[in-house]
C-alpha cells in the first residue's frame, strides 16, 4: 500500500537526504519492517511478533517498542514525523531522552468514534491529545482534521495541511500513454469502504447511451470475486477490465490512459469523512477530472478547483455526472485543466520543499 510515508520517502531519497523508515501494518497483516534508506544502498528486516489473535493487541506496543529501540541506538534523529498517535508517542519518549531534535505529529486519519469500544476509543483520543500537544509541528493529512486541530487549540504556526498528495513529477514521468473517451477508473483494494457495486449499476445504464464505455479496477482483496460476478450477471464483462495488483508504477501508467477518475467510498465508516483521498490525488495529477462523493475532506478541494465532481453518492447522480461529462468534449476538457491546477496548487514536493526541507536544514 502506498501512504503518506511512502511519499514522504520518495521525497528525502529524491533531495539526497538518509532516513529511516519503519513500516507497521495499518491491517495487522504483515509483519513490520525497519528500513534504513541512504543514498549508496537500503538495508532493512522485519521484526518477528505475530499478528494474530491476542497477539494483535501486544503488537501496538511492541511497534511502539520496535521504533523507540530503533531510534534509541542511532545517532540523534534530526526530525521524527510519526504518523498517527502511537507512533508520535514513540516520538515523544525519544525526544525525552535526548535523541530526537524536532517532532512532527503527522495525522493520516482521524474519526470521533474510532473504535466501537468505549474504553479503546477514550484511549486513542487521550494519545491523540498527548501527541498534538506536546509536538513541535502538527501535520494534517486533511483541511477537515487542520479545522479540528485549530479547534482544539493548536497554533496556526504549527498546524499545517500536508495532504495525502504525489509528487507530481513522479506521476508524470510513471504515466504515458492516450486517454480513451468514455473510460473510468477505479483503484484501490476490493473492501466494503468502496462502492463498486454503485459503479456496476450506472454502468449497466450508461452503456445504452454509450456502447463504448470501459471500466478499470486495479486492485485486489476480500470483495473482488464478489465484483467480477455481479459485473457478469449483468451482462458487462466486455465493458470491464480487472487488472489485479499492480506495482505503483504500473497503476499510474494504466491510469494515466482513462479519462475520468472515481473515488466513491461508502459513508459507514467514521474516518472517511476527514480522509484524505490518495486516489483522487492522483488522479488529478494526471489531468484526470474525479467524481468523488461528497462525504470525504478531498471533495471540497474538487469542488472548489471544479475539477470533478463532488456529488451525493446515488445512481442517479453518478450517471447525471458521467452522462453530461461524456456528451460534451468542452466540459472534459475544462474539467482536465482545471484537474492539473489542483494538483499543481498541492504538489507534494512543493508542499515538503516548504514544511520540511527547512526543518531539516535548521537541524543540522
Given at each position: 500500500?502506498?501512504?503518506?510515508?511512502?511519499?514522504?520517502?520518495?521525497?528525502?531519497?529524491?533531495?539526497k537526504i538518509p532516513h529511516g523508515?519503519?513500516?507497521?501494518?495499518?491491517?495487522?497483516?504483515?509483519?513490520?519492517?525497519?528500513?534504513?534508506?541512504?543514498?549508496?544502498?537500503?538495508?532493512?528486516?522485519?521484526?518477528?511478533?505475530?499478528?494474530?489473535?491476542?497477539?494483535?493487541?501486544?503488537?501496538?506496543?511492541?511497534?511502539?517498542?520496535?521504533?523507540?529501540?530503533?531510534?534509541?541506538?542511532?545517532?540523534?534523529?534530526?526530525?521524527?514525523?510519526?504518523?498517527?498517535?502511537?507512533?508520535?508517542?514513540?516520538?515523544?519518549?525519544?525526544?525525552?531522552?535526548?535523541?530526537?531534535?524536532?517532532?512532527?505529529?503527522?495525522?493520516?486519519?482521524?474519526?470521533?468514534?474510532?473504535?466501537?469500544?468505549?474504553?479503546?476509543?477514550?484511549?486513542?483520543?487521550?494519545?491523540?491529545?498527548?501527541?498534538?500537544?506536546?509536538?513541535?509541528?502538527?501535520?494534517?493529512?486533511?483541511?477537515?482534521?487542520?479545522?479540528?486541530?485549530?479547534?482544539?487549540?493548536?497554533?496556526?504556526?504549527?498546524?499545517?495541511?500536508?495532504?495525502?498528495?504525489?509528487?507530481?513529477?513522479?506521476?508524470?514521468?510513471?504515466?504515458?500513454?492516450?486517454?480513451?473517451?468514455?473510460?473510468?477508473?477505479?483503484?484501490?483494494?476490493?473492501?466494503?469502504?468502496?462502492?463498486?457495486?454503485?459503479?456496476?449499476?450506472?454502468?449497466?445504464?450508461?452503456?445504452?447511451?454509450?456502447?463504448?464505455?470501459?471500466?478499470?479496477?486495479?486492485?485486489?482483496?476480500?470483495?473482488?470475486?464478489?465484483?467480477?460476478?455481479?459485473?457478469?450477471?449483468?451482462?458487462?464483462?466486455?465493458?470491464?477490465?480487472?487488472?489485479?495488483?499492480?506495482?505503483?508504477?504500473?497503476?499510474?501508467?494504466?491510469?494515466?490512459?482513462?479519462?475520468?477518475?472515481?473515488?466513491?467510498?461508502?459513508?459507514?465508516?467514521?474516518?472517511?469523512?476527514?480522509?484524505?483521498?490518495?486516489?483522487?490525488?492522483?488522479?488529478?495529477?494526471?489531468?484526470?477530472?474525479?467524481?468523488?462523493?461528497?462525504?470525504?475532506?478531498?471533495?471540497?478541494?474538487?469542488?472548489?478547483?471544479?475539477?470533478?465532481?463532488?456529488?451525493?453518492?446515488?445512481?442517479?447522480?453518478?450517471?447525471?455526472?458521467?452522462?453530461?461529462?461524456?456528451?460534451?468534449?468542452?466540459?472534459i476538457a475544462a474539467l482536465q485543466?482545471?484537474?492539473?491546477?489542483?494538483?499543481?496548487?498541492?504538489?507534494?514536493?512543493?508542499?515538503?520543499?516548504?514544511?520540511?526541507?527547512?526543518?531539516?536544514?535548521?537541524?543540522?
Amino acid at each position: 500500500m502506498h501512504g503518506p510515508g511512502h511519499s514522504i520517502s520518495q521525497y528525502l531519497l529524491m533531495n539526497k537526504i538518509p532516513h529511516g523508515f519503519i513500516k507497521h501494518s495499518l491491517y495487522n497483516t504483515d509483519r513490520s519492517r525497519i528500513e534504513h534508506k541512504s543514498i549508496k544502498k537500503e538495508t532493512g528486516r522485519e521484526s518477528r511478533l505475530p499478528r494474530t489473535g491476542v497477539f494483535r493487541y501486544f503488537q501496538y506496543l511492541w511497534e511502539l517498542f520496535t521504533t523507540l529501540h530503533y531510534v534509541v541506538r542511532h545517532q540523534k534523529v534530526n526530525v521524527f514525523i510519526g504518523i498517527d498517535p502511537l507512533n508520535a508517542l514513540a516520538g515523544i519518549i525519544a525526544r525525552f531522552l535526548g535523541k530526537v531534535d524536532t517532532l512532527v505529529f503527522y495525522t493520516a486519519d482521524y474519526a470521533y468514534e474510532r473504535f466501537e469500544n468505549t474504553l479503546l476509543n477514550y484511549i486513542y483520543h487521550a494519545l491523540d491529545k498527548f501527541a498534538y500537544s506536546r509536538a513541535d509541528y502538527v501535520w494534517n493529512v486533511s483541511s477537515r482534521i487542520t479545522s479540528i486541530r485549530s479547534k482544539q487549540g493548536v497554533p496556526d504556526e504549527k498546524n499545517r495541511f500536508i495532504p495525502n498528495a504525489p509528487i507530481l513529477k513522479l506521476m508524470k514521468k510513471a504515466s504515458h500513454g492516450k486517454k480513451a473517451p468514455t473510460s473510468l477508473v477505479l483503484i484501490a483494494n476490493f473492501t466494503p469502504a468502496i462502492r463498486y457495486d454503485a459503479v456496476v449499476h450506472a454502468a449497466k445504464k450508461l452503456v445504452r447511451t454509450f456502447p463504448n464505455l470501459h471500466v478499470s479496477f486495479i486492485g485486489s482483496g476480500e470483495r473482488e470475486e464478489a465484483i467480477k460476478k455481479l459485473v457478469a450477471k449483468n451482462g458487462l464483462a466486455k465493458h470491464f477490465t480487472f487488472h489485479g495488483y499492480q506495482p505503483h508504477d504500473k497503476a499510474v501508467e494504466i491510469l494515466g490512459q482513462h479519462q475520468i477518475g472515481l473515488a466513491l467510498y461508502d459513508n459507514k465508516w467514521p474516518w472517511t469523512a476527514f480522509g484524505d483521498s490518495l486516489k483522487a490525488r492522483e488522479y488529478l495529477a494526471l489531468g484526470l477530472p474525479v467524481i468523488i462523493n461528497d462525504h470525504i475532506s478531498t471533495a471540497d478541494d474538487i469542488e472548489t478547483f471544479k475539477a470533478g465532481y463532488s456529488i451525493k453518492l446515488t445512481e442517479k447522480k453518478l450517471i447525471e455526472c458521467l452522462t453530461e461529462a461524456f456528451h460534451d468534449e468542452k466540459i472534459i476538457a475544462a474539467l482536465q485543466k482545471n484537474a492539473l491546477k489542483a494538483a499543481k496548487t498541492y504538489d507534494l514536493e512543493k508542499i515538503l520543499d516548504r514544511e520540511l526541507k527547512s526543518l531539516i536544514q535548521s537541524n543540522l
